[in-house]
């Protein structure tokens, strides 16, 4: 299980390679889209990736979780979709999530056809919206050792400098939870550095997916310019988009 550089049109993204053999279509992209422009970011998704629409969410930061078989033109307010590849009148509908610095994950259970595409930011992964989404694929019929995991570009711990509360936060989850010290929060000279895809990883592991089918990017949103990054951009940061289609 790898990422793939992909580029159709212009537009560069990442893809894993396990996906693209079983036909997912899905794209971790970067800011050759930009969603800023809605109507013109959807133009570019249905014409370069063939997907009849790009349904999205308001993303609360929470570990809400919706199926994607809801109501067509809603966005609902939650952080994770949940999708039955082989449903067939959600055929063309690609499912979209958009961060800057947070974390993108799909997580699929091929063998069953279910997937979830999820934001994970700090907040989210403290409310434990891996877990849920992890379970709520289980709960669909699967199980654990079934899933694949990738988690990808996000703020990474080279960059992603994070304040004494945030630190305490991931500190006492570390140490409930049984991971080496220093793993998830890396103390350097110029302070406290958080490694939010490793703690994805942690969390995956801990709901009994197996490393190997765990793959997370190396890219940091925040030193690769290739990203939108809130923590380098401020406010007016565009958003990359992750989606699965059916
Ligand atoms: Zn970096």
């Known amino acids: 299980m790898k990422f793939c550089e992909r580029e159709i049109g212009g537009v560069k993204f990442l893809t894993i390679d396990s996906f693209e053999a079983a036909g997912l279509k899905h794209a971790f992209l970067g800011r050759g889209i930009d969603l800023r422009d809605l109507e013109r970011g959807r133009e570019t998704v249905r014409s370069l990736f063939k997907a009849r629409e790009l349904r999205l969410l308001e993303q609360v930061h929470s570990a809400t979780i919706v199926h994607g078989a809801g109501k067509v033109g809603s966005r609902p307010r939650a952080d994770a979709w949940v999708v039955s590849f082989r449903d067939t009148k ?42 849920e989404s992890i379970a709520q694929l289980v709960s669909l019929g699967g199980i654990a050792t079934d899933l694949q995991v990738a988690v990808g570009p996000s703020a990474q711990s080279c960059c992603y400098c994070v304040g004494e509360d945030v630190r305490a936060v991931f500190s006492e989850m570390a140490a409930n939870e049984r991971w080496p010290d220093g793993e998830v929060v890396m103390k350097r000279e110029q302070g406290l550095f958080l490694n939010l895809s490793q703690v994805v990883r942690l969390q995956s592991v801990n709901m009994g997916v197996s490393e190997s089918q765990i793959v997370v990017s190396t890219h940091c949103t925040i030193c690769n310019h290739d990203f939108f990054s809130y923590r380098r951009e401020g406010a007016r940061a565009g958003r990359q988009l992750t989606y699965v289609a059916i």
């Open 90 to 131: 959600l055929s063309g509908i690609a499912y979209g999530i958009t961060t800057a610095d947070c974390v993108p994950v799909i997580i699929v259970d091929l063998k069953h056809g279910f997937g979830a595409v999820v934001h994970a930011g700090w907040r989210g992964i403290v409310a434990r919206i891996i877990e």
